[in-house]
């Protein structure tokens, strides 16, 4: 079964700064896909950024970035200059079955703070 | 803003009632998911539903059971509820066959007592 660890429950980081967020996940499938989604205290989760397995280069959208080490079985979340507007919790999370069917598995999250 | 909508936003219930909750789906999309997430933890898979059917189920019970209607829209029910089904239930959209962010509505947070 496919597990996703996050093992950061929280982070603390001064507005502008950069801030690495870690995933490490475990899958014995050759193909598969990795998510990354932000959640505010409203609940909704909000997608941020994608990596497939077969992708040779790190996925990037604007201020995110998804450090991918295949080897080593992670997909860091880099997220540049910090924003207030980014504290929320931050969920690492992984497709398991069907390309797009989105059968998702999270980790546990980390929730980032942003200081002014 | 995505174009998943969940209702109600909030609900209140008691241990052994039934409860359903729906969500419409992003325009476009075929595919519906359900999540559980309880207080501080990451949400878990409960099913999917793609074309109507029933397109994989996590680890609940029975007692946790679905629709999807032609509109792609959705319903989750839950039968017996018990105190530990209190979570927040989130609902995602998404098109099979297409390796896309699954679009998630605001959720319905639902508290048994």
């Known amino acids: 079964a496919q597990k996703i660890t996050q093992t950061q429950p929280g982070m603390f980081v001064q507005e502008k700064e950069a801030v690495t967020l870690d995933c490490t996940y475990d899958?014995?499938?050759?193909?598969?896909?990795l998510f990354w989604y932000k959640q505010p205290s409203s609940g909704e989760m909000i997608f941020l950024i994608y990596q497939g397995s077969y992708d040779e280069q790190n996925a990037t959208e604007g201020r995110y970035s998804l450090n991918f080490q295949k080897a080593r079985k992670s997909a860091n979340l880099v997220i540049s200059a910090s924003q207030l507007g980014d504290s929320a919790m931050y969920f690492c999370?992984?497709?398991?079955?069907?390309?797009?069917?989105?059968?998702?598995?999270f980790g546990q999250g980390t929730r980032l703070t942003i200081n002014p | 803003e995505t174009g998943v909508t969940q209702s109600p936003t909030h609900l209140i219930k008691t241990r052994g009632q039934q409860v359903t909750l729906r969500c419409s789906s992003q325009?476009?999309?075929?595919?519906v998911s359900w999540y559980q997430q309880a207080l501080g933890q990451g949400p878990q898979f409960i099913f999917q539903?793609?074309?109507?059917?029933?397109?994989g189920r996590g680890n609940f019970p029975p007692r946790f059971s679905g629709l999807q209607f032609p509109n792609y829209s959705s319903e989750l029910n839950v039968n017996a509820l018990e105190l530990d089904d209190s979570a927040l239930y989130l609902c995602?959209?998404?098109?099979?066959?297409?390796?896309?962010?699954?679009?998630f509505g605001q959720g319905t947070r639902l508290t048994v007592v």
């Open positions: 539903y793609y074309r109507e059917e029933e397109n």
């Open positions: 995602a959209s998404s098109s099979l066959g297409r390796e896309i962010g699954a679009f």
């Open positions: 999370a992984m497709r398991e079955g069907q390309r797009g069917a989105q059968k998702l598995v």
């Open positions: 899958t014995s499938d050759q193909s598969y896909g």
């Open positions: 325009s476009g999309h075929n595919t």
